[in-house]
C-alpha cells in the first residue's frame, strides 16, 4: 500500500496476556516510529529505529514493552503481561529521515480488560 | 535532552486569527515541524521550518526563530473544521528522532 499499515485495528485483551502490534511502514523510509496515546492525551513516544543504528529505546515505560525492526522494514511492538493501563492507541510512523514529513498509520487501539 | 512548551488548549471564534505558541530547548537544532491531529485520527503533516522567519501556506503559516527557541503556528480565517490538536516538534538532526510537543487542543466555535 501507499501508506503507513498498522494491524490489528483494535485488540482487546485480558490482563497479563501478551500482545504484538505490527507497523508495516512505507517502502525505502529508514525511519520508523512508535508513540502511545491515551484518550485526550499527547503522543508519548516509545521508539525509534533510523536505518542499521541503535534503536532509541529511551520511551519505553518498563521492560514489559520491546519493539523489533524486521531487515529494516517490518516493526512488531510487544507488550508482555498487558495491564489496563496499556489501554491507548498505538501509533506507528515512518519518514524517508529525521528532516522530512512522517507519516502516521491509523493506530491500533489496545484495551485491557 | 529536549524540552517543548506550548498551550494546552486554546479557543478561537470562526473567521478570526489564532496563534499557537511552541518554546523549545534542545540539544542541537536542524528544524521544527507543525502537525494537525484532528480526534481519533492520526496526526498529519502541516511545515517545516529550517530557517527563521516566516512560511505561509495558504490559511497557514509558520514562524521560526532559531535564537529564541520559538516558533508559532498561525491560523487564518479559522473554519470549523480547523478544530484540532497542533503539535510542535523539533528535530536535532542527523539520526536523533523528531520530538512531540504534548499539543494544543484548539477548539473553533461559531
Known amino acids: 500500500g501507499a501508506g503507513v499499515s498498522q494491524s490489528p485495528s483494535n485488540k482487546v485483551t485480558e490482563k497479563g496476556k501478551d500482545v504484538e502490534l505490527r507497523c508495516d511502514p512505507i517502502s525505502g523510509h529508514t525511519a520508523l516510529y512508535w508513540y502511545r496515546q491515551s484518550l485526550g492525551q499527547g503522543l508519548e513516544f516509545l521508539i525509534y529505529f533510523q536505518g542499521n543504528s541503535a534503536p532509541d529505546k529511551s520511551g519505553l515505560p518498563s521492560d514489559r514493552f520491546s519493539a523489533e525492526r524486521t531487515g529494516g522494514s517490518v516493526s512488531t511492538l510487544t507488550i508482555q503481561r498487558t495491564q489496563q493501563e496499556d489501554s491507548a492507541v498505538y501509533l506507528c510512523?515512518?519518514?524517508?529521515?529525521?528532516?522530512?514529513?512522517?507519516?502516521f498509520g491509523q493506530g491500533t487501539r489496545l484495551t485491557v480488560v | 535532552g529536549q524540552n517543548i512548551d506550548q498551550p494546552t488548549e486554546m479557543t478561537a471564534t470562526e473567521g478570526a486569527i489564532v496563534q499557537i505558541n511552541c518554546t523549545y530547548q534542545t540539544s542541537g537544532f536542524n528544524g521544527l515541524f507543525w502537525y494537525q491531529q484532528h480526534a481519533g485520527e492520526a496526526p498529519t503533516f502541516l511545515s517545516y521550518?529550517?530557517?527563521?522567519g516566516l512560511e505561509e501556506k495558504g490559511r497557514f503559516s509558520s514562524f521560526l526563530s532559531r535564537s529564541k527557541g520559538y516558533s508559532y503556528l498561525l491560523l487564518k480565517e479559522l473554519q470549523m473544521k480547523d478544530s484540532a490538536s497542533y503539535l510542535c516538534?523539533?528535530?536535532?538532526?542527523?539520526?536523533?528522532?523528531?520530538?512531540f510537543g504534548t499539543g494544543t487542543k484548539l477548539q473553533v466555535i461559531p
Open positions: 510512523a515512518s519518514s524517508p529521515g529525521g528532516n522530512t514529513e512522517a507519516f
Open positions: 516538534a523539533p528535530y536535532s538532526g542527523g539520526y536523533q528522532k523528531v520530538t
Open positions: 521550518n529550517v530557517l527563521d
